[in-house]
Structures are given as structure tokens and as C-alpha cells.
């Protein structure tokens, strides 16, 4: 059984950091591109960030590039996300996805493999 679990999201003030976590369980971690997209209600759910499974590619939205930065460790089947310069804008639930395509998660396609069942970011100015 496929499992993907987030973690580390939380309430913060504006110009914090927080660190997501999202574990890969069930199939082989480098077998996959990871990613992360975020979601606020009433608002699609856009894509933020992705590594390629090897970790030498990456890529980020405009909105988040010099503040987040996107990593895994291939050992601990774990993809990260650390958030620094948290700003209100930033406040969504964020999901992890997996796809055996890095580029479609490039794409930041929404027909992903598999998704996370997101962690509620929240930040207040």
C-alpha cells in the first residue's frame, strides 16, 4: 500500500521559517520525481516546487524562489521543503506529489501519481 505522509506545517509569524517533510512509503523513493503544490479554499491547487529523483534538478515558482528551498534524502525516503521569509501569501495547505515524471511535475501537472493528504501552513503578519 502506497502511503504519503506530510508533516512539519504550523502557524508562524510573518518572516519565519518552517520545515515541511513528506515520506514515500510503499513503492521505491528513487524510482520518483517529488514535489510540492499548495491550495487555499476556492483557489486551484498550484504547484510550488520539484526535484528530479536524483535530487540534481530542481525548480521553483517565482513567487517562492530565494525563500524555499526543496531537497530529499533518497536514504530516509524523505523530501523536504524548508520555508525561510514566511510571508502571509504563503498561508495554504500544502500537499507533497510523486510522479515517476519529473517532467510532468516540471509541468506542474495536477494528474500526478500520488498525493499527500496535505499540512495546513499558517502565517499571520
Known amino acids: 500500500q502506497v502511503q504519503v505522509v506530510e508533516s512539519g506545517g504550523g502557524a508562524v509569524q510573518a518572516g519565519g521559517s518552517l520545515r515541511l517533510s513528506c515520506t514515500l512509503s510503499g513503492v521505491r523513493f528513487v524510482d520518483y520525481a517529488m514535489g510540492w503544490y499548495r491550495q487555499t479554499p476556492g483557489a486551484e491547487r498550484e504547484g510550488i516546487s520539484c526535484?528530479?529523483?536524483?535530487?540534481?534538478?530542481?525548480h521553483y515558482i517565482d513567487s517562492v524562489k530565494g525563500r524555499f528551498t526543496i531537497s530529499r534524502d533518497n536514504a530516509k525516503n524523505t523530501l523536504y521543503l524548508e520555508m525561510n521569509d514566511l510571508k502571509p501569501e504563503d498561508t495554504a495547505m500544502y500537499y507533497c506529489?510523486?510522479?515517476?515524471?519529473?517532467?510532468?511535475?516540471?509541468?506542474?501537472?495536477?494528474?500526478?501519481?500520488?498525493w499527500g493528504q496535505g499540512t495546513q501552513v499558517t502565517v499571520s503578519s
Open positions: 526535484i528530479a529523483w536524483n535530487g540534481d534538478s530542481t
Open positions: 506529489a510523486a510522479d515517476r515524471s519529473f517532467g510532468k511535475l516540471l509541468r506542474y501537472s495536477k494528474n500526478v501519481d500520488y
